[in-house]
């Protein structure tokens, strides 16, 4: 995954991408790549079990914005 635009589309036309990001977001940033720090990684997983559908992470990665539509 070479960008974040790439990981969006990949996130928002994969079920099974999808599922394992909402199962460990930051272990799967981790292996897309991205640098998660352990705080940023409790609030991404905290934000992720207050979601409801389409909704969208944000803020908790700072610059970093990920929609997922829900699909």
Do not use: H, W, Y
């Amino acid at each position: 995954m070479s960008d974040l635009a790439t990981l969006q589309e990949r996130l928002n036309s994969d079920p099974q991408l999808r599922g394992q990001f909402m199962k460990g977001p930051a272990a799967f940033l981790k292996t897309a790549g991205l640098e998660v720090l352990p705080e940023q990684a409790r609030n991404l997983a905290q934000s992720l079990t207050s979601l409801t559908t389409r909704q969208s992470v944000v803020g908790d990665l700072g610059q970093v914005i990920i929609k997922i539509d829900g699909r």
